[in-house]
């Protein structure tokens, strides 16, 4: 069995700039939820996926996007770069959607350390 | 709000001694409540979770909490400490205000002496 992925492992960007982050999750898993984790902080919650739907979302601005396609894999898109949005950026899938996307164990992938300079 | 606060940003055990990491929570309704632990270059795992059933969870790798409503409390507990325990530990928060979103904690760093 495959565990969550995350791609790529570090990225260094200039604000203003765009990126695009990539999650591929655990196999027969349908619900993916992105997490931004500042350093010496807990993971702050983004969005959530169900099915290629937004299922949830957390205080973040609209530059942050999302997309989950058919294979239930991701993507994190976030637009015009601020200093700020340097974190590791965390990826986790589960079995359902709705409460129990939330409720059920979710599995993490190891994250994408971005850095904006 | 849900809030969630964990004493400690380090906690510091020899080995084979008590671990007690504390966390915290805020909510007006029954919550669910997780711990997770999150080793070097690596992503989060759930150690736990208490989810209105029974009070005294167990967990992975010899770890259990209990749910105190009314300290609203969910320490996490291990008797005797390896090296291999060495990790930061996260506590989180879901309820129906959140939508279910989870809510975390800072974060505790576990330290290990040999």
Redesign the interface.
């Known amino acids: 069995e495959t565990g969550v992925t995350q791609s790529p492992t570090h990225l260094i960007k200039t604000r203003g700039q765009q990126v695009t982050l990539r999650c591929s999750s655990q196999s027969g898993h349908n619900t993916v939820s992105w997490y931004q984790q500042a350093l010496g902080q807990g993971p702050q919650f983004i969005f959530q996926y169900y099915r290629e739907e937004e299922n949830g979302r957390g205080n973040f601005p609209p530059r942050f996007s999302g997309l989950q396609f058919p294979n239930y894999s991701s993507e994190l898109n976030v637009n015009a770069l601020e200093l700020d949005d340097s974190a590791l950026y965390l990826c986790a899938s589960s079995m359902a959607g709705s409460l129990a996307g939330f409720t059920d164990t979710q599995y993490f992938g190891p994250g994408t350390r971005l850095t904006v300079l | 709000a849900q809030s969630?606060t964990q004493l400690g940003?380090h906690v510091s055990v020899s080995e084979g001694a008590l671990v007690l990491l504390r966390c915290n929570y805020s909510s007006s309704v029954p919550p669910?409540l997780f711990w997770?632990v999150q080793y070097p270059?690596?992503?989060?795992?759930?150690l736990l979770?208490y989810?209105s059933a029974a009070t005294l969870v167990k967990g992975i790798n010899g770890f259990e909490a209990e749910f105190k409503k009314s300290e609203t409390s969910f320490h996490l507990t291990k008797p005797s400490a390896h090296m291999s325990d060495a990790a930061e530990y996260?506590c989180?928060v879901?309820d129906l205000d959140s939508?279910?979103?989870?809510?975390?904690?800072?974060?505790t760093k576990l330290i290990i002496k040999p």
């Open positions: 969630v940003s669910y997770y270059n690596q992503g989060l795992q759930l979770k989810t996260f989180a879901s939508n279910y979103q989870l809510i975390w904690g800072a974060g």
